[in-house]
């Protein structure tokens, strides 16, 4: 609530003295700016979107620019990273900023299939399916339970991001090598003697949050077509050098190293471990 009343009154400030500004500076004003192009950056970039310019109490559109240092992203830069269900709900929730999001991304990705508990020697101690951890929840109206059902297509293939919690493992998917088997015998830990059933039959588990393994680069690369998609504008070859406050204290000059400078009202950083703009935050001067 705060953001959003900040934002719209530097909004209708900058309207208001745009011509004051445009015959007094030379530098572009933003009401909101994000230092940092990463996936830290473009996913805030995406939740700003959704939250201030998907709603229809809006009028104005708030104009959201990204600073990215690099000149461009790379292919085939860094690691890879797991998405788990609390992120890819994130993603989800972008349903109007982003509405293929969670597609895409699990389409660049792989779903990992089992987790497995390694001792410190690397003796693999057990093995579980990653499905047993996907979240349930329970339908508690008929209009959610339609909507949550399985889809039957023209050519008569199920498809459904839901399906019945009934028809998981639960509890019994563990392999135990044979060393541990010995020690614990007389317990059985197989799916046969183990496996629960849902007290609901309205249960269900939501296996597009099944998590994923995924290429940083590639990540970045889709949350970076989404921003494009959805108007939020990105800045390359923009390495922030300082960040410094007008007299009147209303708005923060940012200084790049191209010599370029602009102004805002809202300054966000992304701007990673070396941040320059926590630096002028917590040291200023």
């Known amino acids: 609530t705060y953001l959003t009343k900040h934002i719209t009154n530097n909004m209708s400030e900058t309207k208001t003295n745009s011509k004051a500004s445009d015959a007094s500076t030379t530098e572009q004003h933003y009401p909101l700016?994000?230092?940092?192009?990463?996936?830290?950056?473009?996913?805030?970039?995406?939740?700003?979107?959704?939250?201030?310019?998907?709603?229809?109490?809006?009028?104005?559109?708030?104009?959201i620019h990204v600073y990215e240092s690099t000149s461009a992203y790379t292919a085939n830069a860094g690691g890879a990273i797991g998405l788990y269900a609390n992120g890819l709900r994130v993603l989800r929730n972008l349903n109007d900023s982003a509405p293929t999001l969670l597609e895409k991304v699990?389409?660049?990705?792989?779903?990992?299939?089992?987790?497995?508990?390694?001792?410190?020697?690397?003796?693999?101690?057990?093995?579980?399916?990653?499905?047993?951890?996907?979240?349930?929840?329970?339908?508690?109206?008929d209009k959610v339970?339609?909507?949550?059902?399985?889809?039957?297509?023209?050519?008569?293939?199920?498809?459904?991001?839901?399906?019945?919690?009934?028809?998981?493992?639960?509890?019994?998917?563990?392999?135990?090598i044979s060393e541990f088997t010995n020690r614990l015998s007389g317990i059985s830990l197989s799916s046969s003697s183990t496996t629960t059933t849902s007290s609901s039959s309205s249960s269900r588990i939501e296996t597009e949050l099944q998590s994923i393994g995924i290429r940083r680069w590639k990540?970045?690369?889709?949350l970076y077509e989404a921003c494009i998609e959805a108007g939020i504008q990105i800045h390359f070859g923009k390495r922030l050098q300082s960040a410094t406050t007008t007299t009147t204290g209303s708005k923060t000059i940012l200084q790049f190293k191209d010599g370029s400078k602009i102004t805002t009202s809202l300054l966000i950083g992304a701007d990673g471990i070396n941040s320059k703009v926590r630096n002028y935050v917590v040291n200023p001067t």
């Open 106 to 141: 699990r389409e660049a990705g792989c779903e990992y299939k089992y987790r497995r508990w390694m001792r410190h020697d690397g003796l693999e101690v057990a093995v579980a399916r990653e499905d047993e951890l996907l979240p349930d929840y329970l339908d508690e109206v």
């Open 219 to 222: 990540y970045q690369q889709v």
């Open 33 to 63: 700016v994000i230092v940092g192009g990463g996936i830290g950056g473009l996913v805030l970039a995406l939740c700003l979107d959704q939250t201030y310019n998907h709603t229809t109490t809006k009028t104005t559109k708030l104009p």
């Open 145 to 176: 339970k339609e909507s949550s059902a399985t889809t039957v297509s023209a050519g008569g293939n199920s498809s459904s991001s839901a399906v019945d919690a009934d028809k998981r493992p639960r509890g019994g998917s563990f392999g135990l």
